[in-house]
């Protein structure tokens, strides 16, 4: 056992699989856990030191630590939560009929943890276990735990996989915690003290989003795969040498590269070839619902960029890109063009610098697509960048800047609306662009 020097007296309402996990990982690193459960058979299989059910290693974790005295259950009561540092909460979230999520149990056990709660001497800190949509905790918070100033909250996904939990719990792969208060955030991180690797702790909302983040990731990576593998079979190739050549590139395909918030994509590569992709498909009667949504996907994205930038005050816009992405002079198929084109539709006034667009060294099908989407192109664009700042009452960032352009543009003073990431308050003068 590798227990930790900061133990804590841990509550854990629920003992489905992530509780009944949790309860016993907790107690094997050294902490004193008591489980709480309105199923009968699954407290009584823990007092009676067995696992309420079947996943590999966990009745041996629970024999010995209930044996042990680091792990009990029962029913909850003022005495119990008295003494406890931490109230984890394991409940499920099941699906509604229209797919939002029923927090009717995650109610009923702050509920009755409200209503057992006596004066305390130290703070308890509620942590949320159970998969909750951002903004849940400080409802909770802010609702059935208003009249309580003692009560912090904490959420702290998990990532345990049935038939793998216990390994999942005691080598994991990811740590999340957030909470309303740095303190409570650490309190929880400090549970996790004696496991490998280190505790990501983040805002309460990016706790709570990244739980779905990660899901919806794992289940689009499937999707793909199998997309990919059914039409790689159709076409004669082999699907299993496919996928694992492409995972063997670890610098763009299994890495953090593309996954980053930003604009939307463009290009003579990307549009092309899932066009092409779906074409085929389509021609062999396949049908890749995911990979025909990738475009529709990226013009929505392209969608919402036109419509923020049409928010925008002041006729006179100025762009600071053109290209597709920044280091090339390729205009084909750029989200930029797109978005210019409809601005002056809608009558604005558009100035655009890019540090690579030459038009007098622009040609072939490169020259043919800017030309036939902006025919006048070469009254919109300037020399410089203070050409460009002296002709725009707004400015739009559409590739990222070299650090010091940025800090020049950053110290323009005019408001900046930069596309190349996400931000909560998209328009501000972004200091933080050098």
Do not use: W
Not at 110 to 138: A, H, Q
Not at 176 to 192: K, S
Not at 302 to 331: N, P, W, Y
């Amino acid at each position: 056992m590798n227990e930790i020097s900061n133990r804590q007296n841990v509550i854990v309402m629920g003992l489905g699989y992530v509780g009944c996990v949790s309860s016993a990982c907790l107690a094997e690193i050294g902490h004193t856990v008591f489980g709480v459960d309105r199923d009968a058979h699954k407290v009584q299989s823990i007092r009676a030191a067995l696992s309420p059910f079947y996943e590999a290693g966990l009745g041996d974790l629970i024999r010995k630590n209930v044996t042990g005295g680091r792990l009990r259950a029962g029913t909850l009561d003022e005495k119990v939560l008295g003494e406890a540092d931490v109230v984890m909460l394991c409940v499920g979230t099941p699906s509604q009929a229209n797919g939002n999520i029923d927090l009717s149990h995650l109610r009923r056990v702050c509920d009755d943890i409200s209503s057992l709660l006596l004066p305390r001497t130290k703070r308890l800190v509620v942590t949320v276990r159970s998969t909750v949509f951002p903004g849940t905790c400080e409802t909770l918070l802010e609702t059935i735990f208003a009249h309580r100033n003692d009560v912090d909250i904490v959420s702290n996904p998990e990532f345990l996989r049935e038939g793998t939990a216990v390994k999942d719990f005691m080598e994991p792969s990811l740590l999340v915690v957030g909470g309303n208060t740095e303190a409570a955030a650490q309190q929880i991180a400090n549970l996790y003290a004696g496991l490998p690797g280190d505790v990501s702790i983040v805002s309460l909302r990016t706790a709570e989003m990244i739980k779905y983040a990660c899901n919806a990731f794992h289940a689009v990576k499937i999707g793909f795969a199998n997309e990919i593998g059914s039409l790689a079979f159709n076409l004669g190739v082999d699907p299993e040498q496919v996928m694992e050549t492409v995972c063997r590139d670890t610098k763009l395909n299994i890495s953090p590269a593309y996954l980053k918030p930003g604009f939307a994509f463009g290009g003579s590569c990307l549009p092309k070839d899932l066009r092409a992709l779906t074409f085929r498909a389509s021609r062999l009667d396949i049908k890749l619902p995911m990979l025909e949504s990738v475009l529709r996907s990226n013009e929505e994205h392209l969608g919402r960029s036109i419509r923020e930038v049409l928010a925008l005050s002041g006729k006179r816009i100025g762009f600071f890109g053109l290209a597709f992405k920044e280091g090339t002079d390729d205009l084909r198929e750029s989200p930029v063009i797109a978005i210019v084109e409809h601005l002056i539709g809608k009558g604005r006034d558009i100035r655009i610098f890019d540090p690579h667009i030459q038009l007098e060294d622009i040609y072939g099908s490169n020259l043919n697509f800017v030309v036939s989407a902006l025919p006048h192109i070469g009254k919109l664009l300037v020399k410089n960048v203070d050409h460009l700042l002296s002709s725009c009452d707004t400015l739009v960032i559409a590739q990222k800047p070299l650090a010091t352009v940025g800090a020049q543009l950053a110290g323009s003073g005019l408001p900046i609306l930069d596309l190349t990431r996400i931000s909560a308050n998209p328009l501000s003068s972004v200091a933080d662009l050098a």
